[in-house]
């Protein structure tokens, strides 16, 4: 099938485009390149430099390419800066997302996958976090997704459009020939965090709050290989063949791992010690989060395969081994 990956020069979308190709799709990339990189765009994919709220533009490349299915990675993903500058958020993640929508009502394409997030649980009381728990984000990041996922399963409700919702809990790694990976800015993230600090491209790493009720203190987290998501992602095209369609997963290993395991990790596959400054526990981090995948497994035959943090770093570092200096542009937050 015809792929539009939007956001398809990001982190994710990028991944997912790789693993389109080798599932014998065809990916045609849409992005801005504010935040994504031209070098991890693939040799001889269709790419479209275009704004996603340019929605005259969108439809008319949906409909030239005649794209089958629109899979959607365009978000922003900071959570402080949603909560300093919400506006761009919901400008953005709500109502360029709205824009894109319309575009497909346009040009009568009516599948679309959407990078949903963990976030829109909030703060749980339980875990691990299944499908149906209350939805209830802390953030304006969150917010912003949990209101697309409302705008979708109203379209299914009316026939417009079927859509596959993925919430994600930590996007990790990289794809397996180091041609690709994470390269963010500001980056965010603790697997990048931990090799930078570790081949000392940036100061000892802090670590916020030892005194969580945690095995060792520390945050406790679902780490799982962005490759992974990837492959869930083309496994639900087959779900949306059918009209009124809105299914949405949990995207997690289930197998969550603390900061200080992390950094073990890190510290045992660069062989280089990770230098860390413990601090105090910021506003709004849940001590746990991590996933119940059993619906994914059920439903799409789906099984992550990067299952111990020792193999998903083991990844990010090549990657960083072959692109010290990440893709050595301006670019990057997906």
Same mark, same amino acid.
């Given at each position: 099938?015809?792929?539009?990956?939007?956001?398809?020069? =990001?982190?994710?979308?990028?991944?997912?485009?790789?693993?389109?190709?080798?599932?014998?799709?065809?990916?045609?990339?849409?992005?801005?390149?504010?935040?994504?990189?031209?070098?991890?765009?693939?040799?001889?994919?269709?790419?479209?430099?275009?704004?996603?709220?340019?929605?005259?533009?969108?439809?008319?490349?949906?409909?030239? @390419?005649?794209?089958?299915?629109?899979?959607?990675?365009?978000?922003? *993903?900071?959570?402080?800066?949603?909560?300093?500058?919400?506006?761009?958020?919901?400008?953005?993640?709500?109502?360029?997302?709205?824009?894109?929508?319309?575009?497909?009502?346009?040009?009568?394409?009516?599948?679309?996958?959407? $990078?949903?997030?963990?976030?829109?649980?909030?703060?749980?009381?339980?875990?691990?976090?299944?499908?149906?728990?209350?939805?209830?984000?802390?953030?304006?990041?969150?917010?912003?997704?949990?209101?697309?996922?409302?705008?979708?399963?109203?379209?299914?409700?009316?026939?417009?459009?079927?859509?596959?919702?993925?919430?994600?809990?930590?996007?990790?790694?990289?794809?397996? /020939? =180091?041609?690709?990976?994470? +390269?963010?800015?500001?980056?965010?993230?603790?697997?990048?965090?931990? *090799?930078?600090?570790?081949? =000392?491209?940036?100061?000892?790493?802090?670590?916020?709050?030892?005194?969580?009720?945690?095995?060792?203190?520390?945050?406790?987290?679902?780490?799982?290989?962005?490759?992974?998501?990837?492959?869930?992602?083309?496994?639900?095209?087959?779900?949306? @063949?059918?009209?009124?369609?809105?299914?949405?997963?949990?995207?997690?290993?289930?197998?969550? $791992?603390?900061?200080? @395991? *992390? #950094?073990?990790?890190?510290?045992?596959?660069?062989?280089?010690?990770?230098?860390? @400054?413990? +601090?105090?526990?910021?506003?709004?981090?849940?001590? $746990?989060?991590?996933?119940?995948?059993?619906?994914?497994?059920?439903?799409?035959?789906?099984?992550?395969?990067?299952?111990?943090?020792?193999? #998903?770093?083991?990844?990010?570092?090549?990657?960083?081994?072959?692109?010290?200096?990440?893709?050595? /542009?301006?670019?990057?937050?997906?």
């Amino acid at each position: 099938m015809n792929i539009l990956v939007v956001g398809g020069a =990001g982190y994710i979308g990028s991944h997912c485009v790789r693993q389109l190709l080798l599932a014998g799709h065809t990916p045609i990339i849409l992005d801005n390149l504010i935040y994504g990189h031209a070098a991890a765009i693939p040799e001889g994919c269709a790419f479209f430099n275009e704004d996603l709220g340019n929605r005259a533009a969108v439809a008319t490349i949906l409909a030239e @390419e005649q794209i089958d299915v629109v899979m959607h990675f365009a978000a922003y *993903i900071n959570v402080g800066e949603s909560v300093n500058d919400p506006l761009k958020y919901y400008e953005n993640n709500v109502g360029n997302t709205i824009q894109l929508l319309l575009a497909m009502k346009d040009a009568g394409v009516s599948k679309f996958v959407f $990078s949903s997030t963990c976030a829109t649980y909030g703060d749980p009381e339980t875990l691990p976090l299944l499908e149906d728990m209350a939805q209830a984000p802390i953030n304006p990041y969150g917010a912003t997704k949990l209101h697309v996922e409302h705008i979708l399963q109203d379209l299914a409700r009316s026939g417009e459009i079927s859509s596959a919702v993925f919430r994600y809990f930590n996007a990790s790694g990289a794809a397996a /020939d =180091g041609q690709i990976g994470e +390269d963010h800015f500001p980056e965010t993230h603790l697997i990048p965090l931990a *090799i930078a600090a570790a081949t =000392g491209q940036r100061p000892a790493l802090k670590i916020f709050g030892t005194d969580y009720p945690t095995p060792d203190g520390t945050c406790l987290r679902d780490y799982i290989h962005v490759d992974d998501l990837s492959r869930a992602h083309i496994a639900a095209f087959q779900k949306l @063949e059918e009209p009124n369609t809105f299914v949405h997963y949990n995207l997690g290993t289930g197998k969550p $791992s603390s900061v200080r @395991e *992390i #950094l073990n990790a890190v510290e045992k596959v660069t062989g280089l010690p990770v230098p860390a @400054e413990e +601090d105090e526990r910021r506003a709004g981090d849940p001590p $746990s989060l991590y996933a119940d995948n059993t619906k994914a497994r059920e439903e799409l035959n789906w099984e992550p395969l990067f299952m111990d943090v020792q193999s #998903l770093i083991a990844s990010a570092w090549k990657w960083h081994q072959n692109h010290p200096n990440g893709y050595n /542009d301006p670019k990057g937050q997906h």
